[in-house]
């Protein structure tokens, strides 16, 4: 997200709300842990959505989409959901960033094992997010 910021006058981080998924952390702690990571950025907004994402884009007047990927498995799936997103709304483009190399091997799923079981995840979250894990907050 922070390669975004030149690129756009404000950046909302948008954090959807999946009834088809039972997060590890609650809506709130994921929040609070994203405004951490970007207090720093007085151009970053974190939101919280239900619903299509187009219907959250059209209610913050967004009309870029930023997407990231680590491997062609993502860039595939990605591409299927811009081109679908154009087709639902052709005023919201799509801008994908490719994720720097020492990120590729990061994936959610695999965080959340190491955590599950004890691990130290300090290499795969940011510190601020770590020191609030740890704290147990």
Same mark, same amino acid.
């Given at each position: ?12 981080? &948008?954090?959807?709300?999946?009834? $088809?998924?039972? %997060? ?6 994921? =929040?609070?842990? =994203?405004? &951490?990571?970007? &207090?720093? !950025? ?9 619903? @299509? #994402? @187009?219907?959250? !884009? ?16 993502? /860039?595939?799936?990605?591409? #299927?959901?811009?081109?679908? $997103?154009?087709? @639902?709304? %052709? ?7 490719? #994720? ?8 959610? #799923?695999?965080?959340?094992?190491? =955590? ?6 300090? &290499?795969?979250? %940011?510190?601020?997010? /770590?020191? $609030? ?5």
């Amino acid at each position: 997200m922070r390669r975004a910021l030149p690129l756009f006058d404000e950046v909302v981080v &948008a954090v959807g709300i999946n009834s $088809s998924k039972q %997060p590890m952390y609650g809506l709130d702690q994921r =929040l609070r842990w =994203l405004e &951490a990571v970007f &207090a720093d !950025c007085p151009t970053v907004r974190v939101a919280p959505f239900g619903g @299509l #994402t @187009l219907d959250f !884009c059209r209610q913050v007047e967004a009309r870029w989409l930023v997407r990231g990927v680590r491997n062609g498995g993502d /860039f595939e799936y990605e591409r #299927t959901i811009a081109q679908m $997103s154009k087709q @639902l709304d %052709p005023g919201v483009e799509t801008v994908i960033l490719f #994720t720097d190399p020492e990120y590729a091997p990061i994936h959610s #799923t695999v965080v959340r094992e190491i =955590l599950r079981n004890g691990g130290d995840a300090r &290499a795969f979250v %940011p510190e601020v997010v /770590f020191q $609030s894990m740890v704290a147990g907050g």
